[in-house]
């Protein structure tokens, strides 16, 4: 399928692997330049170039956090307006609710909720001035099941779907399209972690662990993400004109929801 976007040019935060870098590559398969961000620039780099070597668009990196403001500053510098923003950040560590203080919930709050706003505050006039552009937010499926250890990530993530929620149809008419792809379990660095702690804290072997997480979603496996990447591509095709405000699960069927 032809996603119509083949010129079009999108910044991609957190790109250098995982999800982010499913992502990167989707578009750029779909002939979108891009500006590809994430904190190692080695890392980074490397996820750049095996792009370039596969696609004929131009790839441009800034190795920057984020999730700070001089972070932000230094990669729209290079990004400067572009049509297709996908905002993307790793989540706070897990815990229980009594390990968690103010500090740690503004962290999480400055990282998951007002990074994206803010890239999308600045962004947001530019694509509705030329009347469009997509905004895909990463966020997760805690926000439609709350996973008790994840209570921050659950607290910050939830905050960018309600602020979504109202912005996403205030832009809409502009022909700017803002929706939300929510990840399961995905076979990332991230949920590689989280399977080594589980292995330690419950005694288990990692291949029991991953096995037991595994059979716990109705596919039986872990996303991967080259899906993840085409589910966002789509999302930011012409096709997807009329989707608005969505929050789009991507777990395998895990949680098991009908809103």
Same mark, same amino acid.
């Given at each position: ?6 010129? %079009?040019?999108?910044? @991609? ?27 190692? #620039?080695?890392? /980074? ?12 668009? %131009? $790839?441009? =990196? $800034? #190795?920057?956090?984020? =999730? ?5 500053? #230094? ?22 609710? &009594? ?10 709050? !400055?990282?998951?909720? /007002? ?5 999308? +505050? ?42 979504? #929620?109202? =912005?996403?149809?205030? @832009? ?12 399961? @379990? ?5 949920? &590689? ?5 589980? &292995? ?9 662990? +991953? =096995? !037991? ?30 989707? $608005?405000?969505?929050? @789009? ?11």
């Amino acid at each position: 399928m032809d996603l119509g976007i083949a010129g %079009k040019s999108a910044l @991609v935060c957190a790109s250098s692997k995982g999800l982010g870098f499913g992502c990167a590559r989707a578009l750029a398969e779909a002939g979108v330049d891009l500006v590809m961000n994430a904190r190692g #620039a080695e890392a /980074l780099e490397n996820a750049a170039d095996a792009i370039r070597a596969r696609h004929n668009v %131009k $790839v441009q =990196t $800034v #190795a920057a956090d984020i =999730t700070s403001l001089e972070g932000r500053d #230094a990669v729209l510098a290079i990004a400067q307006t572009p049509d297709i923003l996908i905002t993307n950040a790793g989540g706070p560590p897990p815990g229980v609710w &009594s390990d968690w203080d103010r500090d740690d919930f503004l962290a999480a709050l !400055e990282a998951n909720m /007002l990074t994206p706003i803010d890239l999308m +505050k600045r962004l947001l006039p530019s694509m509705m001035s030329r009347g469009w552009g997509r905004v895909v937010n990463i966020t997760s499926q805690s926000v439609k099941a709350p996973i008790a250890v994840l209570g921050l990530s659950n607290s910050a993530r939830a905050g960018l779907t309600g602020y979504v #929620a109202g =912005t996403a149809r205030q @832009v809409a008419p502009h022909g700017v399209t803002i929706n939300n792809l929510l990840p399961g @379990v995905h076979d990332t660095d991230r949920i &590689s972690s989280m399977d080594q702690a589980a &292995s330690q804290a419950q005694n288990k072997s990692l291949d029991q662990v +991953k =096995t !037991e997480r595994a059979n716990s979603i109705p596919v039986g496996r872990y996303g991967l993400a080259e899906e993840f990447g085409k589910t966002c591509a789509f999302m930011c095709s012409q096709h997807a004109a009329f989707m $608005v405000g969505q929050n @789009v699960l991507l777990d395998g069927g895990a949680v098991n929801a009908t809103l």
